[in-house]
C-alpha cells in the first residue's frame, strides 16, 4: 500500500459532497410539503428540479473532466453548491428556493463527476467507490438523526449540504496529484465497450428510478400509512442508513471475490422484496424492516454498479455518463412514487417499482457478466512509464496465442530491476577502416564491440 488511499481520500470527500443532496432527499421533499404548503407532487417536482440539474452537470463534464483538470471544476462546483443551496435556505418563496436549489444540483452533479471521474483512474475503482458511499452515508445518518430535534423549516436540510460543501473544500487542494495511472490517454477518443455501457448507463437509470420512487415518498408512507412522527421517522432512516454502512463494509471486504454478477443480481433482488415490504408497512416493525433491508442492500449494489461503469474506460467517461443516467433516473423518482402513490396507493406502488426493479436487474447483470471486471484489450494493460503491453503484441507480431484474450482479468505487471553489466571492447574487434574492409564492415564491428 503506498500512497493510494491518501490520494483517494480528496475524491470521497468530494464524492460525499456531490452525493449528500440525493440522500437527503425525502426530508428536503417532506419539509417542503409541510413548511411551504405544497402538495407531495409539488414538493417531489422540486426535489426532481434539483436532480435534473445534477444530471444535466454530469452530461457536460462527461470526457472533460482531465482537459480541465479535477480541482478547477471541483472548486467550481462546491462554490455553486454553497450559493445555490444557502440561498434556498434563506429563501422563502417558492420561485427562488427552486432557483436555488437547482444551481445547487448543478454544483452537486459538478462535483460527483469530478469524483466519478477520478475513481475510475485509481487502482480499484470498487474499493474508492465503497468508501465513498460509506462516507457519504456516515453524514446522512447524522444530519437524520440531528435534523429533526432541530427544527428550521425547509431551510436546515439546504444549509446543512451547503454547510458540507464548505467543509470539503480544502480537499480540493489535494485533487491535483490524482492522474490516471500509466502514459495520459488521448483527449478525443471514441468510447470503449459502447453497447456494454449504453445498456449499463439505461440499466442504472430505470433501476435509480425505482429506488429513488420510493425513497422520495418513504416519509410520507412514514406518516400518512404507518402514523410515525418526524423524530421516529427520522431514527428509523438513521438506523437504515447505519446498516447501510455495514454493508458497504461488507463490500468493500468482499471485493471481487464473487465478481460482480452475483451482488448486483442478488442485491438487486432483496431491494426489489423490500420495497414492496416498506410500501405497504401497516406498523413501525415492518416499515422499519423494509427501509433498514432495502438501505442495507441498496449501496452494496450501487458500489459494484459505480466499480463496473469504471471499468470500462480507464478515463472515466463511462462511470460520469452512468453516473449522470442515474441522476436521471433519481431525478424522476421523487415525481413518479409522489403520483403513483397518489394515483394508486402506496402498496400498489410498492409492486410497480419492484417489479421495474426485477426487469433492469436482468440486462445490467448481463453486462457484469459479459465484461466479469475491466477487460483486458489494448491499453488496459501497462507498463509504468511505457506503452500498453497489450498494443504493443497485437501492433509488433506477436506469435498467436501470447496475447491474452478479450476479456481475461486484467493481470498486474510488476517491474523487476536487473543489474546491467557493460562490457569492456575487446581489442581485436577492432579493425582498421579501408577500401578492403569497407566504411560498413568496419561499422558493423565497431556497433558489436559497444554492445
Known sequence: MSSRPRAAWPLVAVFTAGYLAAYLLPTIVGRLSVYLGLSTAQAGLVGSALLVSSATAGFALAGRVETYGPRRPARI?????????????????????????????????????????????????????????????????????????????????????????????????????VTPSGPAAPVAGRLPHRRSGLVLAGGMLVWSMAQNALWGVSSRIGVDRVGLSEVTIGAVFAAAL??????????????????????????????????????SAGNLGQFATGEILWNTVYPVVLSYLIGLAASLDVRGRWAVLAGSASSVGVACGPLLGSVLSEQAGYPVMGLILGAVTLLVAAPVTAVALHTGGRPLVPGSVRRRGGAPAALLAVTTGAVPGAVPKLGAPEQAVTEISLPVRRRRPVRTAFRTAGPAGGAGQSNAYASTSDR
Not at 90 to 98: I, Q
Open 242 to 279: 447505519g446498516a447501510g454502512l455495514l454493508g458497504v463494509m461488507g463490500a468493500g471486504m468482499l471485493g471481487a471475490r464473487l465478481g460482480r454478477a452475483v451482488p448486483i443480481g442478488l442485491g438487486t433482488m432483496i431491494i426489489a422484496a423490500s420495497i414492496v415490504l416498506s410500501s
Open 77 to 177: 462546483g462546491l462554490v455553486l453548491a454553497m450559493v445555490g443551496y444557502g440561498c434556498a435556505a434563506l429563501a422563502g418563496s417558492v420561485p427562488l428556493v427552486v432557483m436555488g436549489a437547482m444551481i445547487g444540483g448543478f454544483g452537486s452533479g459538478t462535483a460527483t463527476a469530478v469524483a466519478a471521474a477520478g475513481i475510475a483512474a485509481q487502482r480499484d475503482p470498487h474499493r474508492t467507490s465503497s468508501l465513498g458511499l460509506l462516507s457519504v452515508s456516515a453524514t446522512a445518518g447524522a444530519l437524520y438523526l440531528s435534523i429533526p430535534h432541530l427544527g428550521g423549516g425547509h431551510r436546515l436540510p439546504f444549509a446543512s449540504i451547503a454547510v458540507v460543501a464548505l467543509l470539503v473544500w480544502p480537499a480540493t487542494a489535494r485533487l491535483g496529484g
